[in-house]
């Protein structure tokens, strides 16, 4: 049964869809099958794996309004093992067209649901914004990834975000948990990242991953030729990031499993 990581944080330019794409080729570069869901209607996740926005081809827009189902919409990516299930400006009419609809948060888990046998990870790339889109990733997922940026205005936001996860707890009876903070667009040379870094660490006791994703300018260029890191340039400080960020999501995952197994 596949894990479901959704990847948000509404602000925006913080390496969100850079770590949605780099992590699903390193996670796919380990063995795993692996399916990125990209529900931002930007569909930068989309362009920057290859895929030509074609009005004629479909996406996650006709898989939410019930036009198509999700296993028809998915498409093969250059990297082995690494599907997704693309995404284009039609989404913003997802947002409005499913106001007044029952179940409207449930879409995008309804749809997801026949695909976790055939997944050992699914990631969905969220839009940097909370709203009806986002509460969907959120209400499909096991987990939340949260990429932030070393910025003196880190923490801002993440509050209303973690509030957020909170009300699906209680409201939809969903054991949502953080799957982890990720930091990115890291320099230790300056002093403020060094400090941002330690503030984080400390607000999120334990759910800091140990891998931090550098300022890397191949990792900046690759998704303008519409390649992950590992392709466009796998010696790459990017590319060794994401995959000792994967390694370090596996492990953490077996070390769970082996701890419920244990309890059990």
């Known amino acids: 049964m596949g894990k479901v990581i959704a990847i948000a ?26 399916l990125l869901i990209d529900i931002d ?7 920057g794996l290859g ?20 296993a028809e ?24 067209e499913m106001v007044g609809w029952e179940q409207r948060e449930y879409r995008l888990r309804m749809a997801v649901e026949p695909l976790k046998d055939h997944y050992d990870y699914i990631l969905i790339d969220c839009p940097p914004a909370l ?7 959120l209400v499909a997922a096991n987990s939340l990834l949260i990429p932030i940026q070393c910025e003196f205005f880190a923490l801002e936001g993440i509050s209303q975000l973690l509030d957020t996860v909170e009300r699906i707890k209680e ?29 984080l660490k400390e607000f999120f ?22 390649k992950p890191i590992l392709l466009y340039d796998m010696r790459s400080k990017g590319a060794e990031s994401y995959m000792k ?7 953490n995952e077996q070390r769970k499993r082996q701890s419920a197994q244990s309890a059990g």
Do not use: W
């Open 245 to 251: 960020l994967a390694k370090e999501m596996i492990t």
């Open 171 to 199: 409201s939809f009876e969903h054991s949502l948990t953080i799957e982890g903070i990720v930091l990115t667009m890291y320099d230790d040379r300056t002093s403020l990242t060094r400090q941002v870094a330690q503030n």
């Open 131 to 137: 709203d009806l889109l986002t509460l969907n990733a």
């Open 9 to 34: 944080n509404q602000k925006g330019g913080v390496g969100k869809t850079t770590t949605a794409i780099n992590l699903a080729a390193s996670l796919a570069a380990n063995e795993l099958k692996v």
């Open 51 to 70: 895929i030509a926005k074609d009005p004629d081809n479909p996406t996650i827009y006709h898989v939410l309004v019930g036009e198509k189902t999700a």
């Open 41 to 47: 209607p930007q569909g930068n996740s989309t362009t």
């Open 73 to 96: 919409v998915i498409v093969t990516t250059a990297c082995d093992g690494l599907h997704i299930l693309p995404a284009d400006r039609n989404l913003v009419g997802a947002n409005i």
């Open 205 to 226: 006791q334990g759910e800091v991953f140990e891998t931090v994703i550098p300022r890397n300018v191949r990792l900046a260029e690759a998704p303008s030729h519409g």
